[in-house]
């Protein structure tokens, strides 16, 4: 598999592919013109189950081979990644040795470690090849998560990847679930691949992961903010504080014919909690649903203490590619169990 290989489930999707994939360059032209970093997944995306936006670089890191000179815990990985909850995964110890590999036709495909906790899915995995492997493939492979034998259904999803030397590359998955707590305390998860880095032939790794112990609180505000004309209407209907995340459920109402126009809106987000903490940038994440903008989900890091509240400033990239604050929409979301 290789960096340019990001939607294997691309011939399924029945949503407007040119429209979206316009509304996401912009998205992301306007993300470059306001020095932001919000790491979205785009609705086209949403709208193929697992799908990989690839952020890895294919350049040789140390502290990732030091990670994976030092399994079981190569955790860190997710701190040289960027992901929302990577000091916790270090300093918790939270991920679970797998150590499970598949391996013939001179490639071993091995998942490391991974963990769960009902809303997001961390699975590391590496490929070794005993002639080398390479990002820089000729023939494109394909590989494919599945839990409970059944597509995952991801509102937030990326992979990056990394050589590690001429023979080693190392992968890691981040999802976060559409619909959380839908699979249970113990989930069956596999790692499908197919025509890996040079190699022919297909692989499988499954294996059995039970979600993590730790608390999860879930409050319900059910705060709403609308703009004047009454074009616009958000409702903060779920804020989830788990192991890996802070959740927020955002519901999104517009008027039908954006629907039938497919000019529904993708909103972004600021967020600042009561204790002046501003996340934007690495600290935030966005995703959707896969009705069409209705549904938007905020992820925040994990946090020891819950704030008192959160300020959720809303924004939306406009027809000339910038990105602007609807002032209307703020709204200060309570936090109270």
């Not at 979205?40 to 990989?52: D, F, Q």
């Not at 952020?55 to 030091?66: D, E, N, R, V």
């Not at 999860?216 to 995340?245: D, E, H, R």
């Not at 549904?295 to 400033?313: A, D, G």
């Amino acid at each position: 598999m290789s960096k340019e290989n990001n939607n294997q489930s691309i011939d399924r999707i029945d949503i407007p592919l040119q429209q979206l994939m316009a509304r996401e360059q912009a998205a992301m032209r306007a993300a470059k013109k306001k020095k932001r970093n919000i790491r979205i997944i785009k609705p086209l995306l949403v709208a193929c189950g697992l799908c990989i936006a690839l952020l890895g670089a294919g350049f040789f890191s140390p502290t990732i081979a030091t990670a994976l000179a030092n399994v079981p815990y190569i955790g860190v990985i997710y701190a040289e990644f960027g992901d929302i909850a990577a000091e916790k995964i270090e300093q918790n110890h939270l991920m679970t040795k797998i150590g499970k590999e598949d391996k013939h036709a001179g490639l071993t495909m091995a998942v490391e470690e991974a963990v769960y906790d009902g809303n997001r899915l961390l699975v590391t995995v590496a490929y070794t090849g005993q002639n080398g492997v390479s990002l820089k493939e000729e023939v494109v492979g394909t590989n494919k998560l599945t839990v409970n034998g059944e597509p995952i259904d991801v509102a937030i999803g990326s992979t990056g990847q990394d050589d590690i030397d001429k023979n080693t590359i190392i992968e890691h998955h981040e999802l976060t679930l559409s619909n959380p707590d839908i699979y249970g305390d113990n989930i069956e998860v596999a790692l499908d691949g197919s025509d890996l880095f040079g190699y022919k032939g297909n692989w499988h790794v499954d294996f059995t992961l039970e979600k993590l112990k730790e608390e999860v609180v879930k409050i319900y505000p059910n705060v709403i903010a609308s703009t004047n004309n009454g074009l616009y209407k958000l409702n903060v209907g779920q804020v989830s504080f788990t192991p890996l995340s802070t959740r927020i459920d955002v519901l999104v109402d517009y008027p039908n014919e954006l629907d039938r126009n497919d000019k529904w809106p993708f909103f972004e987000f600021e967020v600042t909690d009561s204790e002046g903490e501003l996340y934007e940038g690495e600290n935030i994440q966005l995703g959707a649903t896969k009705d069409n903008g209705h549904h938007i989900i905020v992820v925040l890091p994990p946090m020891e203490k819950m704030p008192k509240s959160f300020t959720l400033r809303p924004g939306k990239t406009n027809e000339q590619g910038y990105w602007e604050e609807i002032k209307e929409l703020e709204i200060v979301v309570p936090l109270e169990p």
